[in-house]
């Protein structure tokens, strides 16, 4: 300890004031211990341990040690739980939406999650569109307009003149305005052909249709329906039976 002397009847108010002090570092004092009161040297890491004994530092930092430790116990037990009831929630029904590695809509089994739809997002020329993932049997359900059909009634269903029709190879809904065909159209294979008086506008075509001057090929606009036929891609065609 700096700041020592060895002059002896120095008064202590004359000594020399230390500057720092370590653990290691001895104190001469007075002590009075189990009754009896005599000079001693004190090292300072026993003089420190006894104040800390006596405001009760040390069982303070004992008891702060042991509540940030059951703090932190209990933090990562609660993360846990989570994670456990965000997981049992996941792809269920009520429970929390999952995507699998590649983004795709997954549903668990019972077991584990199974990718089911695949979302294809929208475009500025393009919308978005919804691609099953499942392999589909014949009892599997698609939701029209109309209601719910199993995949081995839709072949069925767009021969029904209520439902759908074929236009173009491809199936869209049905114009809801119903024409005929008039009795003086001739057939070329499967195309409608128009007679003169049609060319020449003596006759008068029904709505929806029109005809190529040079052709006589009778042409659909889409808008208006004509039963055992198809639009395609512009021209009526009888369907071949």
């Not at 077991?111 to 739809?117: M, R």
């Amino acid at each position: 300890m700096s700041g020592t002397t060895t002059s002896s009847g120095t008064p202590v108010s004359s000594l020399p004031l230390a500057s720092a002090v370590s653990g290691t570092d001895t104190l001469v004092g007075v002590v009075t211990s189990s009754g009896t009161t005599q000079a001693e040297q004190v090292p300072v890491s026993v003089l420190a341990q006894g104040i800390s004994e006596t405001i009760g530092l040390s069982d303070a930092v004992t008891a702060a040690q042991a509540a940030a430790a059951t703090a932190a116990a209990q933090a990562e037990q609660a993360a846990e739980n989570a994670t456990n009831g965000v997981n049992a929630a996941r792809g269920k029904a009520s429970g929390v939406a999952a995507l699998d590695a590649s983004g795709n809509l997954a549903l668990t089994d019972g077991t584990v999650l199974q990718s089911v739809l695949s979302v294809s997002p929208a475009t500025q020329t393009q919308t978005a569109t919804l691609t099953p993932l499942l392999t589909l049997d014949e009892s599997a359900k698609v939701r029209t307009a109309s209601g719910d059909i199993s995949i081995s009634s839709v072949a069925d269903a767009m021969q029904d003149t209520d439902y759908l029709t074929v236009l173009g190879g491809s199936v869209v809904s049905r114009p809801t305005v119903t024409g005929n065909i008039p009795s003086d159209f001739t057939m070329n294979g499967n195309i409608y052909i128009a007679p003169a008086p049609y060319t020449n506008g003596a006759s008068v075509l029904p709505a929806g249709l029109s005809v190529d001057a040079d052709t006589g090929i009778i042409l659909t606009d889409g808008s208006v329906f004509f039963p055992n036929t198809i639009n395609n891609i512009g021209v009526l065609c009888a369907i071949s039976e």
